[in-house]
C-alpha cells in the first residue's frame, strides 16, 4: 500500500489465475477501499486464510514494472523510508489507473434547412468537414471562435455532440530533424553519448564543459539516438519553472514539445500524463526530481541536468538525492545516464576520476565566444558610500556598459529588501516567532517574512521591545534594496528584478527572460534564479554584490557551493559577440574561491577542495547520515537526542558527531537537534543506521528523521 508501513499487508487473490506482481489492485482497507500494488514475495503464512479479506478488483491500467518495483525497494532500503512511502512516490496520480474516461467533443450534423451562417459558424463547418469530430477547445482554437458560437451552432442542429477516439497526447519528437551543424569538439562529445545511449546497457558519463559550450545540444543528440532506438528519455532539470529556453531549444530540434512533470501541474495533465507515460506514449518526459519515479516501461536514458544543483536534493518525507538515483533508475533499467554542467559536484568528479563514470569535456565556448575576464573589488580598499552596496568600480562598470547600449546583471543571493531589522534604540532584533531566523524585510508588499516557516507580520510602528517609535532600521541588502540603489544610480536604465517571489510560475520566468532577449530590458537584478541555464546573448556584465555570502557557516561543501554558484553567474556574461566582463565585490580576495573563479582553473580549485576533504574522510571520501531529532518541546528533543548519542554506534572508521542543537535551533515551532554519522567509505551507513535507531525508544510526539548523504547542514 502506498502508505508509510514497514511491510506489504496480505490479500486474497480473485478468483481465476492470480494478478502477476506489479498489478494495481483495489482492496479494502479499515473501513475504507484503497488501492495497492501487488508485491513480490511470499505472503505472510502465518495468516490464517480466513483472516484474509479479499481484492475487490484488479485495475485495468499497465502493471507496475518489475524494474520500477526494485526502484522502490531500492530507495526505501538506502534512503531508511517506508517502502510504501517511496510506493507513494511512484503512485503520484492515482486517478491515472482508472482508465481514461472518454472525451466529449463536436461533430458536423445533418445542416437543416434554413440555419444563419455566419462567416464564423462557416470557418467551424469547413473544419468539421472532414468528418474527424474534435474537441470544443480545439475547434475554438482553429477557427478562431468563442465557445458561445459552438453552443450556438449545437442548438441550431448544425453540430452535434460525440465521443472522441482515444488518441496520444503527446505528439512524438522527431530524431530525424536536423540538429546544429556541430563543433569538432561537440561531435565527438555527441558520439560518445549516442553510442552510450544506442547501447542498451547501463552507463552513466558526466559530460562537463565550460558555460555555453553547447551541453545541451550535445545531449540532445542522446536524446535523438534514444528516441531512434524506440526507448524513452527522461530529463531532470533543477527548476522547471525557468526552463522556457530550454524548452525552446528542444522544440526547436525536434519539432514537438517533450512532456512535462513538475508540481504545478493541473490534476488532469497529472493524470493524462502518467498514463501517457506508463502506456510509452511519452517518448521524452522533462521534469522535478519527482519524475523519477514515472512507471516509464523502456527507459532509455536519464539526463540530469545541472548535476551539480542542490534542487536535486529532496528534504522532506523520503529524503533523496535524485542525482544519485537516477544513476540507479538507469542500472536498473539498463539504460545510459548523462550527468552534465560546467561546474560538477566533487562526488561526481571524483567518480569520474575513479573510472566509475565515463566523462567527457568541452573545452570552449560555441561560436569563438570568450570566457568572460573575472576580477575582484575588494570593499576595504573600494567600498561603496555610506548606506550603499555598490562599489565605486562597480557602478562605473554598469555605467559604461548601459552606455554602449550593453545589458548589465547585478546579482546577490537574497530575496527582499533587507535580511535583519534592528531597533536604533536598544539593539532589538526582529526574528521569527517559530523559528531561529531574523525576519526579512519585503518592503514592496510592506511585510516582515521568515524565509524558513512562511511567517508574515506588518513591520512594526515601535519596537516590540522598548516601545520606541518608528525606531526601526534595515540591516544589509536585499535585492529589493540594490534595485532601489540601481534606480537612484540609472534612472533610465529599464530594470527588471527577478526572484522566486517576483517571478512567479513558468509563464511569469518565460516572460521575463523574451523581456530580455528582445533587449527590453538594461539592468537586471537577481538572486540565484538568474544563474542557471540561461542565454542572454547582449548582456556583458555581470556584477555580484557579495560574493562571500555563501563562505559563511561552517557546511562541508561551502566552499564548493560558492564557487559552483558564482561561476555560473559569471557564466551569464559574453555569450555571443561582446566579451563579457565579471565583477566581484569581496572581502576577502585572497580566498581560494575568489582565486579560483579569477583564474576560473576549476580543476585545480576541484582538487584543491579534494585534497582537503580526504584525509578527513568527509564525502566523497566517506559517508556521512545525519539524525535530526525534533520536538514541540525542547528537553523531549534533547532526552530523545542524548539516548541517540548514548547508543551510538563506534569502532574502526565510524565516528559520531553530537548530539548538538541544530543551527536552526527551532524550526515551524519544533526544537532540533542534530547528530552526524561519519564513516570510511567502505563502511555502509544502512545497517548501522538500522541497529542504531533500534536501540532508542522514541516516544511518538517526537521525530526523528533520517538523512543519508545530506547536502544541508542546518
Ligand atoms: N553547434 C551549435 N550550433 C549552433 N548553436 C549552438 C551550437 N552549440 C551551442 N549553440 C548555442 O550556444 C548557446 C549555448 O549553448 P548551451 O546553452 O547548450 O551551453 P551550455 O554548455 O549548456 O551552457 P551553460 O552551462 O552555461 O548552461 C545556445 O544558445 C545554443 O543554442
Ligand atoms: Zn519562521
Redesign the pocket.
Known amino acids: 500500500m502506498p502508505l508509510p508501513l514497514a511491510d506489504a499487508y496480505d490479500y486474497r487473490a480473485p478468483a481465476g489465475p492470480p494478478p502477476p506482481a506489479g498489478s494495481f489492485v483495489l482492496v479494502p482497507l479499515g473501513t475504507r477501499r484503497a488501492i495497492g500494488v501487488v508485491w513480490d514475495g511470499e505472503a505472510d503464512s502465518r495468516l490464517p486464510e480466513s483472516r484474509l479479506r479479499a481484492v475487490i478488483e484488479v485495475l485495468d491500467a499497465p502493471p507496475m514494472t518489475a524494474t520500477l518495483r526494485r526502484f522502490v525497494d531500492w530507495v526505501a532500503a538506502y534512503t531508511l523510508s517506508p517502502p510504501g512511502a517511496v510506493l507513494r512516490m511512484a503512485m503520484s496520480a492515482p486517478a491515472a489507473l482508472e482508465p481514461p474516461a472518454p472525451q466529449a467533443g463536436w461533430r458536423l450534423a445533418s445542416a437543416p434547412e434554413g440555419a444563419r451562417i455566419t462567416p464564423a459558424r462557416r470557418r467551424v463547418l469547413d473544419l468539421l468537414a472532414d468528418g474527424r469530430p474534435r474537441a470544443g477547445g480545439e475547434i475554438a482554437e482553429a477557427a478562431g471562435v468563442t465557445p458561445a458560437v459552438l453552443r450556438g451552432m449545437a442548438e441550431a442542429g448544425l453540430i452535434a455532440p460525440a465521443l472522441l477516439p482515444h488518441r496520444p497526447r503527446f505528439a512524438p519528437p522527431d530524431p530525424a530533424r536536423p540538429?546544429?551543424?556541430?563543433?569538432p569538439e561537440?561531435q565527438a562529445a555527441a558520439d560518445l553519448l549516442r553510442e552510450a545511449a544506442g547501447r542498451r546497457a547501463f552507463s552513466t558519463t558526466l559530460l562537463t564543459?565550460?558555460?555555453?559550450?553547447?551541453?545541451?545540444?550535445?545531449y540532445f543528440e542522446a536524446i535523438a539516438e534514444t528516441l531512434r532506438s524506440g526507448r524513452q528519455a527522461l530529463v531532470l532539470l533543477p527548476e522547471i519553472a525557468l526552463s522556457a529556453?530550454?524548452l525552446e531549444?528542444f522544440r526547436?530540434r525536434f519539432g514537438a514539445a517533450p512532456a512535462l512533470w513538475h508540481s504545478e501541474l493541473t490534476a488532469r495533465t497529472r493524470r493524462d500524463t502518467w498514463r501517457a507515460v506508463a502506456e510509452g506514449q511519452a517518448p521524452v518526459l522533462v521534469g522535478a526530481r519527482s519524475a523519477l519515479f514515472l512507471p516509464f516501461p523502456d527507459l532509455g536514458l536519464i539526463v540530469v541536468?545541472?548535476e551539480h544543483e542542490t534542487a536535486f536534493k529532496q528534504e522532506e518525507g523520503v529524503v533523496y538525492h535524485a542525482r544519485d538515483m537516477a544513476v540507479v533508475r538507469a542500472r536498473l533499467s539498463e539504460a545510459a545516464c548523462v550527468l552534465?554542467?560546467?561546474?560538477p559536484s566533487l562526488e561526481s568528479v571524483t567518480n569520474a576520476a575513479t573510472g566509475r563514470y565515463a566523462s567527457v569535456h568541452?573545452p570552449a565556448?560555441?561560436?569563438g565566444?570568450a570566457m568572460p575576464q573575472v576580477t575582484l573589488v575588494d570593499l576595504r580598499r573600494s567600498p561603496p558610500e555610506r548606506g550603499r552596496f555598490l562599489s565605486p568600480p562597480l557602478v562605473a562598470a554598469v555605467g559604461e556598459t548601459l552606455a554602449r547600449g550593453e545589458q548589465a546583471m547585478l546579482f546577490l543571493n537574497r530575496r527582499g529588501y533587507a535580511p535583519m531589522t534592528l531597533c536604533r534604540a536598544c539593539g532589538h532584533r526582529l526574528r521569527c516567532p517559530n523559528c531561529t531566523a531574523w525576519l526579512v524585510e519585503h518592503r514592496a508588499a510592506r511585510r516582515l517574512q521568515c524565509h524558513h516557516c512562511g511567517h508574515a507580520e506588518a513591520p512594526p510602528e515601535a519596537c516590540p521591545s522598548c516601545g520606541a517609535p518608528h525606531s526601526t532600521v534595515p540591516i544589509g541588502p536585499g535585492v529589493e534594496r540594490v534595485l532601489e540603489e540601481a534606480s537612484a544610480l540609472w534612472p533610465e536604465a529599464r530594470r527588471l528584478v527577478m526572484a522566486s517571489d517576483t517571478i512567479a510560475g513558468p509563464a511569469a520566468a518565460a516572460a521575463a527572460a523574451a523581456a530580455i532577449r528582445d533587449r527590453e530590458v538594461d539592468l537586471l537584478i537577481g538572486t540565484q534564479i538568474v544563474a542557471?541555464?540561461?542565454?542572454f546573448?547582449h548582456l556583458t556584465l555581470v556584477g555580484v554584490v557579495d560574493a562571500d555570502l555563501g563562505l559563511a557557516g561552517g557546511d562541508l561543501r561551502a566552499a564548493e557551493r560558492t564557487f559552483q554558484l558564482l561561476h555560473?553567474v559569471a557564466?551569464?556574461a559574453g555569450?555571443?559577440e561582446h566579451p563579457g566582463r565579471v565583477l566581484l565585490q569581496t572581502f576577502a580576495p585572497e580566498h581560494a574561491v575568489m582565486q579560483a573563479l579569477v583564474s576560473g582553473d576549476l580543476d585545480a580549485f576541484m582538487a584543491a577542495e579534494a585534497e582537503a576533504r580526504r584525509p578527513g574522510h568527509w564525502p566523497p571520501f566517506g559517508r556521512l547520515a545525519a539524525l535530526i531529532v525534533s520536538a514541540e518541546e525542547d528537553r523531549a528533543a534533547d532526552r530523545v537526542a542524548r539516548d541517540l548519542g548514548l547508543a551510538a554506534p563506534g569502532g574502526e572508521g565510524v565516528e559520531v558527531l553530537g548530539p548538538a542543537p541544530a543551527p536552526l535551533a527551532i524550526l515551524r515551532g519544533r526544537h532540533r537537534r542534530r547528530l552526524l554519522l561519519k564513516t570510511r567509505r567502505d563502511i555502509a551507513v544502512q545497517p548501522l543506521l538500522r541497529a542504531w535507531l533500534a536501540r532508542v525508544e522514541v516516544p511518538g510526539h517526537v521525530r526523528v528523521q533520517v538523512d543519508v548523504d545530506p547536502v544541508g547542514f542546518l
Open positions: 540538429g546544429p551543424a556541430l563543433g561537440q564543459g565550460v558555460t555555453g559550450s553547447g551541453k545541451t545540444e550535445v529556453q530550454w531549444r526547436a541536468d545541472e552534465a554542467s560546467a561546474t568541452l565556448r560555441h561560436g565566444a542557471k541555464g540561461w542565454h546573448p555560473q557564466g551569464r555569450r555571443e
